[in-house]
Structure formats: structure tokens, C-alpha cells
């Protein structure tokens, strides 16, 4: 599968692991303000409907599993609360579909609160149920002017989230030889892999599949905004977050407050676009990650082109026989790949990365292989539906279906903008293929004429969504609308990395409503630990 454009509940796993190796080593239209897209529907039972708001339980297996949120250090407990919207918007008054949500109450007293503040942590398929209270100390000042929100969007975790496998049919997933290289019984074995895993789906979850994406999932929040008797939504949104943020700026325009999009991901881009333009994004991050090896003296090469090279002859080697880890599993070429990725997403997991790969070395899998569980969203109790959920959102958004022959045609340009991550991405573009479920169109429409203005945070160094795509969100806005901020770092995103400036220029937008200068820039500051 490609790689999802944010892993924030992943990453929040694999650190646990990381740690350890490194000590051992509306309907249509726009709604007008407080309402939701009509009178005769404001009427109606969604747009009347009371939200009860009660003590959080423990994050279900599809979520991630875990333990129940804790009180934050104020004392201010989690409340959680179910929201029934339409299962098709186009049917207002037909089936519903359970949307989760969580809040954390504001410090802020009547005269200083703003209202809530939504937040998306991208995927699509990342549970905010689940990632909000995680990451909430990162947050913890907007608490003092907003109640901090978020929810589980329709498809995902606990808002009848998506279901393919058992745990025994997604181990196999994972393990299956995404890249085949090694004649047509490799590609046969890959499309008839991909034709069950879809035929899956719709078996489990064909009821949904229609309903789950961008633009429903939109249409949600704003519903959602009603009934948390805000004027306007304000939302911070991260990565495949920022598509939709944008998607909720054109379909309601008038009803956007203070919103910030962090970890833009490019509008413009059909699928395939997008997996060359990751691909040569990952490739760069790596190859940051190589120099800082080689600068600090690690034990992978004496240059970076050394370090490329080890990590080539890995892949190859597991590609052609998977290592055994632990007796009962093995370690593919492929899920080396995703570990490599999804510790390219921080760059405080460097060194984690570096320790993996010595480990790996010398025949010891266990710590590269924990990373490949957090991308795909193994835990103790089985698998999340991430992947399910992420497919599932982006095959109802998009219309491209590729086949073969597309891929062959592109292989040659991955190839050249990753020798590292070329082959997974260009056979990613097969995801969709056989889908039960038509896509909408090729591109997002994230047009907001009319919109107040809109901060666009994009990093130099991104790998998963790189950093041409703000100036692209900005322009596909409108005018006056995008206001591009950007941070010269490395990882995915710029707010979470805890960049003082970012931080700084995104607290004072969203609390005091002071939009940055035009051309605004963070440097980079100095990774901690290893020098």
C-alpha cells in the first residue's frame, strides 16, 4: 500500500520501541452561520440533535487499543460523545452513521474563550479519538483559549470504521511482496493479493464504502460545529488533515474561523503524481538522514553513498529471503521498507533509525520490524483499521485506477526519483485497482473564494507531503485566502516537531488572531541527543 500522509498515532507507538533499542544499543451548499445548510434541516432531528458528552472508556482494537485516557495535569478530565450524521448526505433524512468524538475543556474563562478548536490528524485513518489526548501537551496552550476536539471520522475506529482482514489474513497482507521483481507469478500473486483484500472490504464494510470520503467527512464537521454552538470552525489540520480543510473551505467558505494547515498535501496531484512526488521526498529525508550518519560518526558507512548502499543490499537481501524474528514471524524486504519510512516521518527518530540498521546488520530484526507494525497499525491486540480506513477514504475521493502496464510505463521515473522507495510507490498506485467503490474525481476541490484568511505551514525537508505543495494549496484557495508559513526542518509536519518559531507564529494566529507575515520563516533548530 503507499505510504499514508501522516502516521501520528503510529509514530506515538513506535517510540516506546524506539527508546528501548536505543537504551539496549451540511447538505449541499454553505450553512449560514450557526446553522447547517437550511432552515427545514436545521429543524430536523441531525441539526437538533444534543450531543451528551461522558467519560471516555479505553480506545478500542480498531483504534489501537490501550489505556483510557488520563486527566491532564490540571485535572481536566476526557469527555467523549457520539454525533449521528447522515450515512449519505444526499439522503439527510435516511440511515446514520455514528461519528465519535473527544474533548478537553478550555482553561479560559466565558469572556476569554474562543470556542473549540477541531483537529484532524491526517491518514486518512488516523482515530483522533485516539491521538488527541496522546498528544495533547503539545496543545496545551491553545487550551487556554479553546476547548480541544477531535473525533474519529466516518470509516475510521469507532465511526463505523472500516473492516477487511483478521489479524492472520492482515499478517499475510504485511508480509506479501509489494515490489515484484522477479517475473509474472510475483505480479499475478500481487493483483489476486489486492482482489481479495478489496473483495474483503466490501464483504465487511460495503454498507460504508460508499460514504466515507473527504468531502462527507467535511460535511460531518460542519454539522459538528453547529452543535458545539460555534459561529465558525476553527481547525488545525495535519497532513491528509490539510485536504480536509481545504475540501471544508470550498464546500463552506462563510463558516471558516482561524484554521491551520500543517503538512500541506498537494491538491493538484492525481495518485500517481502523488506516490512520485512522496517518493522523491522520502528519498531526500533519507538522504538527510545519511549525511547526519556520516557527520556524526556512525557505524553505517563513511559516506553517505555508503550508508544508500547498506541499506539497498538490505532491502535485497530480505527481499530475496526474509529473515525469521522471533520464531513465529518473519521480516520482508517490503516491511524493511516501511520501517525505513516510517521513521523518516521524525527526525528525532534518527538515531533509532541508525541503531535498526546496525541491529539489522548483523541479523537482528525485532527493532525495524516493531517500526513496521506502527505504520501499519499492529499493537498488542491485533491491527487498527488505519490502512483499511486510509484505503477505503482514497479510493471513494479518487477516480484514478491503474493497472500494470501504468505502472510499468511509470517505473522507470520512480526509479530515478528513489532508488530506495521508487518500487513501493509506483506499485502503491495499484490500490485502488478493483475497488468496489467509484472514485470522485482525480483532484480535491479546495477553491474558497470568500474564505478569511488560511495558514499554510510547509517544511523544506517533508518527505510524506513536500513542501511545493503549500504554494500549490495557497494558489488552488484563491486570493487572499492561503498564507504560507514556512519551516526549514526535516520530518513530516513543522508544529509537533516543537520548532520554537513555528510554535510562536501558529499560537499567536490561532489565539490572538495575528497572521504572519507574507514569506515568513522558521530555521531549523539543532536535533537533541547525538551531536
Not at 490540571?74 to 452513521?97: F, H, I, K, N, S
Amino acid at each position: 500500500m503507499p505510504t499514508r500522509r501522516t502516521t501520528a498515532a503510529a509514530l506515538l507507538s513506535g517510540a516506546v520501541l524506539l527508546s528501548a533499542s536505543l537504551a539496549a544499543c451540511g447538505p449541499a451548499g454553505e450553512g449560514g452561520a450557526g446553522g447547517g445548510g437550511g432552515e427545514e434541516d436545521d429543524r430536523g432531528r441531525i441539526w437538533a440533535q444534543s450531543l451528551t458528552w461522558k467519560d471516555c472508556p479505553a480506545p478500542s482494537p480498531l483504534q489501537g487499543g490501550g489505556d483510557a485516557p488520563q486527566p491532564l495535569p490540571d485535572g481536566t478530565r476526557w469527555q467523549c460523545a457520539t454525533l449521528r450524521a447522515p450515512l449519505d448526505w444526499d439522503r439527510p433524512d435516511g440511515e446514520t452513521v455514528d461519528v465519535a468524538l473527544i474533548r478537553a475543556a478550555s482553561r479560559a474563562d466565558a469572556a476569554d474563550r474562543i470556542g473549540s478548536l477541531l483537529f484532524n490528524f491526517g491518514g486518512p485513518g488516523e482515530s483522533g479519538v485516539a491521538t488527541l489526548p496522546a498528544l495533547a501537551p503539545d496543545y496545551e496552550q491553545l487550551r487556554s483559549r479553546y476547548d480541544l476536539v477531535s473525533f474519529d471520522p466516518r470509516g475510521v475506529g469507532a465511526s463505523a470504521g472500516v473492516t477487511c482482514l483478521d489479524a492472520e489474513a492482515a499478517q499475510a497482507t504485511d508480509e506479501q511482496d509489494g515490489t515484484p521483481d522477479d517475473g509474472d507469478d510475483e505480479v499475478t500473486a500481487l493483483l489476486q493479493a489486492r482482489q481479495r483484500y478489496a473483495d474483503a472490504c466490501e464483504r465487511e464494510s460495503g454498507r460504508v464504502l460508499p460514504h466515507v470520503g473527504t468531502e462527507d467527512a467535511a460535511r460531518d464537521m460542519d454539522l459538528l460545529r453547529h452543535l458545539l454552538g460555534d459561529d465558525k470552525l476553527h481547525y488545525f489540520g495535519i497532513s491528509y488533515g490539510t485536504e480536509l480543510g481545504g475540501v471544508y473551505a470550498h464546500l463552506f467558505p462563510r463558516n471558516v474561523g482561524r484554521a491551520v494547515l500543517d503538512g500541506v498535501v498537494d491538491p493538484t496531484l492525481d495518485q500517481m503524481e502523488g506516490a512520485l512526488a512522496q517518493a522523491g521526498g522520502f528519498q531526500m529525508a533519507f538522504e538527510h538522514f545519511a549525511r547526519w550518519c556520516v557527520d556524526t560518526g556512525c557505524a553505517l558507512g563513511d559516506t553517505p553513498e555508503e550508508v544508500t548502499r547498506l541499506v539497498m543490499e538490505l532491502e535485497e537481501k530480505l527481499d530475496d529471503e526474509p529473515l525469521s524474528v522471533g520464531g513465529e514471524r518473519v521480516f520482508t524486504g517490503s516491511q524493511f521498507v516501511d520501517a525505513v519510512i516510517q521513521a523518516l516521518y521524525l527526525k528525532t527518530a534518527w538515531p533509532a533509525l541508525e541503531v535498526g540498521l546496525q541491529l539489522l546488520a548483523a541479523d537482528e530484526g525485532e527493532t525495524l520490524l516493531g517500526l513496521a507494525d506502527a505504520l501499519s497499525g499492529r499493537h498488542a491486540g491485533g491491527y487498527s483499521d488505519q490502512e483499511d480506513a486510509q484505503t477505503a477514504v482514497t479510493c471513494a475521493d479518487r477516480s484514478d485506477r491503474y493497472t500494470v502496464d501504468d505502472v510499468l510505463e511509470q517505473a522507470a521515473a520512480f526509479e530515478k526519483a528513489s532508488p530506495i522507495f521508487g518500487d513501493t510507490m509506483v506499485w502503491g498506485a495499484l490500490e485502488c485497482t478493483d475497488w468496489p467503490v467509484r472514485g470522485k474525481a482525480e483532484h480535491p476541490d479546495v477553491s474558497a473564494p470568500g474564505a478569511p484568511p488560511i495558514l499554510l505551514v510547509g517544511n523544506t525537508g517533508d518527505p510524506a507531503t513536500p513542501y511545493e505543495g503549500a504554494a500549490r494549496m495557497a494558489e488552488r484557495l484563491g486570493k487572499g485566502v492561503g498564507v504560507e508559513l514556512t519551516y526549514e526542518g526535516e520530518g513530516h509536519g513543522a508544529y509537533d516537531s516543537g520548532n520554537t518559531c513555528v510554535r510562536k507564529a501558529v499560537n499567536a494566529y490561532l489565539l490572538d488572531g495575528t497572521v504572519p507575515a507574507a514569506g515568513a520563516v522558521c530555521e531549523r533548530e539543532p536535533l537533541q541527543g547525538k551531536e
